[in-house]
């Protein structure tokens, strides 16, 4: 997770490209660039360390480009400032997945009432069967 000071000099490091966007405008698509382009190099990054750099080339590589850049779009909105916050929030959000590092499971075991309460359980169910037997 990034801290909110990492956050935003990682902002800085971002470089935006606009282009017409499609869909829904009428005479706007034709005229006004909405769409915008976010690009981000993690491996010349200095706000992220090498460790955070491994982690998100790895883990991000189906999005990271030969030369490591993370590339995003949004297109969303008619606004291109609209856009462009949303595809910050977006790629914010995105390293911050990554980088989240899960916590370790605990193997743990029944208590000894549980399992009392399941053997119960069990003993209750098979005398409700045995009942229903015929008595021949």
């Given at each position: 997770?990034?801290a909110?000071e990492?956050?935003q000099n990682?902002?800085?490091e971002?470089?935006?490209?606009?282009?017409r966007s499609?869909g829904?405008?009428?005479?706007?698509?034709n005229?006004?660039?909405?769409k915008?382009?976010?690009?981000f190099?993690v491996?010349?990054?200095e706000?992220?360390n090498?460790?955070q750099k491994?982690?998100?080339?790895?883990?991000?590589?189906?999005?990271i480009?030969?030369?490591?850049?993370?590339?995003?779009?949004e297109e969303?909105y008619r606004?291109?400032?609209r856009?462009k916050?949303e595809?910050v929030?977006?790629?914010?959000?995105?390293i911050?997945?990554?980088?989240?590092?899960p916590?370790?499971?605990?193997?743990?075991k029944?208590s000894?009432a549980s399992k009392?309460k399941?053997v119960?359980?069990?003993?209750?169910?098979?005398?409700?069967k045995?009942?229903r037997?015929?008595?021949?």
């Amino acid at each position: 997770m990034l801290a909110t000071e990492q956050i935003q000099n990682i902002k800085k490091e971002f470089s935006y490209k606009t282009s017409r966007s499609g869909g829904k405008g009428g005479q706007n698509v034709n005229k006004v660039e909405t769409k915008v382009e976010l690009s981000f190099n993690v491996s010349v990054s200095e706000v992220l360390n090498d460790t955070q750099k491994q982690i998100l080339l790895v883990k991000l590589s189906h999005r990271i480009t030969e030369s490591g850049e993370l590339k995003l779009t949004e297109e969303k909105y008619r606004s291109q400032l609209r856009n462009k916050e949303e595809v910050v929030k977006k790629c914010i959000e995105i390293i911050n997945k990554a980088l989240h590092i899960p916590k370790k499971r605990r193997a743990t075991k029944p208590s000894k009432a549980s399992k009392q309460k399941r053997v119960e359980g069990k003993k209750r169910r098979s005398e409700v069967k045995q009942n229903r037997r015929k008595l021949f």
